[in-house]
């Protein structure tokens, strides 16, 4: 320890007497601060490099901020135009859904209920539908059940503030109807898999062909006559059998339906001409 001071004292001494003999061998005043500088330049270069960079990356990070808070407001007001565009969307989907059921039941020469679908039948298919209509608002078993489409299907079950509405897939399920092109008559029966098929006399199906319209017949009085049911898409060729069958795609997509008529009336007259091609 004592050695490294006297050291640092001899170096001093020594770098004072380097800088007189230089003064005093006429270098001046200007020669040392010439060395001075010479010395002390590297230094300042690099403090003032060094200076620049923590400057430089400073503003790098300050700049890196901003553009992350931007970024994150952008994807927030994003995601917020998103959810409006669906709500609007969802509207508009709604209104037109509204005025074309409306305008349905303003053509309907009968008394109707409107009703809102609140439940579906889970599993892979659904056979029934709740809807918001029961007993306390006059709702009765068998009523059928419509859409700007065509026919659902009808009231199985009336509760107090509900009611089960049969779809036409269920298997149970059957509906007097006839071919509109042909005048072929025949059931419409739902079956076992989801599917619908119109079953109708073998000496009627050279007649019937993929594309034709089923309503319904209108034969009792439970369903209005020509109600639109399904399209053939297929027939089953069953030989010289009795029946037939013909594979039918139903006139409703059960699974789409949100808000229903419940026909309340019995009309007399057929209803096919008040259903048009685009509901």
Known sequence: MRFR???????????????LTVQTRGGGPTRA?????????????LLANAHRGALSAWHTFTDWKTVRSENMALRADNERLRVQSLQVRETDQEN??????????????LATLTGEIIGREGGGWARSLTVNRGRADGV???MP?????GLVGRVAQVRSGASIVQLLNDPTSTVGAVVQRTRTLGLVEGEPG?????????????????????????????FPKGIPVGRVTA?????????????????????????????????????????????
Not at 5 to 19: E, I, K
Not at 96 to 109: K, N, Q, Y
Not at 196 to 212: C, E, L, N, T, W
Not at 254 to 273: F, I, N, S
């Open 235 to 279: 027939i089953e060729d069953k030989g010289s059998a009795l029946f037939h069958f013909a594979v039918l795609a139903p006139a409703v997509d059960a699974a789409r339906v949100e808000e229903v008529l419940l026909l309340t009336g019995q009309p007399a007259q057929d209803v096919a001409g008040l259903f048009t091609p685009d509901g």
């Open 5 to 19: 001071r006297y050291a640092l004292l001899l170096a001093v001494l020594l770098t004072s007497l380097f800088l």
């Open 145 to 149: 059940v419509i859409v700007p489409e």
């Open 194 to 222: 989801g599917g619908v098929r119109f079953k109708f006399m073998a000496r009627d199906g050279a007649g019937v062909a993929p594309g034709d319209l089923i309503v319904t017949s209108g034969l009792g009085t439970l």
């Open 33 to 45: 601060t010439d060395l001075v500088a010479l010395a002390i330049t590297p230094v300042q270069i």
């Open 96 to 109: 037109s859904r509204l005025r074309r059921l409306l305008a349905l039941r303003d053509r309907m020469p």
């Open 140 to 142: 009765a078993q068998q």
